[in-house]
């Protein structure tokens, strides 16, 4: 069964899971992130890929030239996978593709442990991708513990691309922040997705 299967009643009730909805995990220090003029000339196509309201143009113009932009504010240090297969334990449901998923690891030719940030693209409801993207976290957090590369915490977002909404996985416990934050702005996604990263 691959991730897409997963609601939130479904992850919960199979990975022995318990939500913590609301909460805020972000730290109200963090300081907003400057996009470079390269991800501000990209994101001038935002209105076509909003106009063209499909879950692959979202991707393409806004969320992976986001999360390439991570990557260069991190030196390369990261590693950012598209559409990648991402099979952990398929006896359990753990298989298929991510939409993105993004290792601390500078290797791009495999996924290599920790991996660190998840994020499932949605075309408009956010929610329906919750189970998801819990599910993939799951993933992610059995495949670091079984490469010996075991982190506190794992995080995920569900991104329509002008919306984001984000999830941290720490031992058995998922805290969901119920806040959509916009973008425009982005130095706000930038500062999260960066501190997401450092602070696993």
């Given at each position: ?9 479904k ?77 952990v ?19 791009q030719l ?10 499932e ?23 670091n ?16 691309g ?39």
């Amino acid at each position: 069964m691959p991730y897409s299967q997963f609601t939130i009643g479904k992850v919960k009730q199979d990975f022995h899971l318990t939500t913590v909805e609301g909460v805020r995990f972000f730290p109200n220090t963090l300081e907003p992130i400057v996009p470079s003029p390269r991800l501000q000339g990209i994101l001038e196509d935002l209105p076509w890929a909003i106009a063209v309201d499909t879950e692959k143009a979202r991707s393409e113009v806004i969320i992976n030239p986001v999360l390439l932009e991570v990557r260069r504010i991190l030196e390369q240090q990261i590693s950012v996978f598209s559409g990648e297969e991402f099979n952990v334990d398929a006896n359990v449901g753990l298989n298929g593709v991510c939409d993105f998923l993004i290792s601390r690891s500078p290797e791009q030719l495999t996924v290599e442990a920790p991996a660190i940030v998840i994020v499932e693209a949605k075309k408009s409801d956010l929610k329906s991708g919750l189970g998801q993207c819990i599910a993939e976290m799951v993933a992610a957090q059995r495949f670091n513990q079984a490469q010996e590369q075991p982190i506190t915490a794992v995080y995920g977002s569900v991104s329509s691309g002008t919306q984001w909404r984000f999830l941290k996985l720490e031992g058995q416990i998922v805290t969901i922040d119920l806040m959509d934050y916009p973008l425009p702005p982005i130095e706000q996604i930038l500062s999260f997705l960066v501190w997401m990263i450092k602070i696993g």
